[in-house]
Structure formats: structure tokens, C-alpha cells
């Protein structure tokens, strides 16, 4: 989200389209929303994949946010475009990395350039090799692993 504050903070658009979380509204949505038009926030999951139990609703749920993801990312207008959790994503197998690499590669032939983002943990080999910038976050501990304790507004969402 820095990128993306960076982004609208120069004045251009930013597309955040979310693969996974959807089932609330976070508070990071919320605030750039109140702050900027030139954000459009996508939370196309139905939650934690661990929670839906639904793997063909999770999967249908995916494509259409690659759908949707490859719209912004076509629109010239938008500098940054987020994929959110989409690693999670193709951790699970609802999508691949050949897909996203041949667009993103496509896309760039093609001089409509936006900047890309794809986050979540654990990302394939294939997406760290292809990627210009790599950063890992790592997970020390976690109030829901140690305690049980569930998504909390203002630290998950």
C-alpha cells in the first residue's frame, strides 16, 4: 500500500483488486477512498480461503478478479495496478503463473505500461524470477495462530 499511496500521492490512478479477503471492508479501503478519486478498490474473494471451504466458488471467484485485474491493467489510465493476495492465489492452484506472466509480458509489447503488484506470501519461483523487485514479508507470530484469536478491525482489516 506505500506504493500505492506513493502512486496517488504524484496524482495518478491506482486499481487494488483483491483475490482472496472480500468479506469485509477494511480500513486501508475505507481511508484511501476518503482521501482520493483517483482510486478504484476491487474486493472480489469471499474471505479467507480456509474459511469458505468452497474450492470451485473460490477458483470462479478468482478468475473474475484476473478478469477484472486485466481490465485496469489494459486502461492506460491507471500507473499502478495491486493484485492482492494473488499469490495465495496461485499457492492454491485457482490460477497459474504462466497466465499472469505471458499478460503482464504482453501488456509491455504492447507500450500499455502500468506498474504491477502482486502480493501474499510464498510466491512461485516462477513469478520471483520474472519480477523486477522482490520483497518478503515473514510471519514471526500471529494472534490467531497462538491464541485463536479472530480478524480484528484495525490489525487485519
Not at 499511496?5 to 484511501?32: C, D, M, N, P
Not at 466458488?57 to 486502461?75: C, F, H, I, S
Not at 499469490?87 to 501488456?107: P, Q, R, V, W
Amino acid at each position: 500500500l506505500g506504493m500505492g499511496l506513493r502512486t496517488l500521492g504524484h496524482g495518478y490512478k491506482v486499481a487494488i483488486i483483491q483475490f482472496i479477503k472480500g468479506a469485509w471492508t477494511s480500513g486501508e479501503k475505507k481511508a484511501l477512498e476518503e482521501f482520493s478519486n483517483n482510486i478504484e478498490w476491487r474486493s472480489l474473494g469471499a474471505g479467507f480461503t480456509w474459511e469458505t471451504q468452497n474450492r470451485n466458488e473460490d477458483q470462479l471467484l478468482v478468475k473474475k478478479a484476473w478478469e477484472a485485474a486485466k481490465g485496469y491493467m489494459r486502461d492506460e489510465s491507471y500507473k499502478l495496478v495491486i493484485l492482492d493476495e494473488i499469490n495465495i492465489a496461485l499457492k492454491l492452484g485457482y490460477i497459474h503463473s504462466e497466465e499472469i506472466i505471458t499478460f503482464i509480458k504482453d501488456l509491455n509489447m504492447n507500450k500499455n505500461y502500468c506498474h504491477v503488484i502482486l502480493t501474499g506470501r510464498g510466491a512461485s519461483k516462477e513469478i520471483v524470477e520474472f519480477a523486477d523487485l522482490v520483497t518478503e514479508m515473514k510471519l514471526i507470530k500471529h494472534p490467531f495462530r497462538e491464541q485463536g484469536i479472530k480478524a480484528q478491525e484495525c490489525v487485519e482489516y
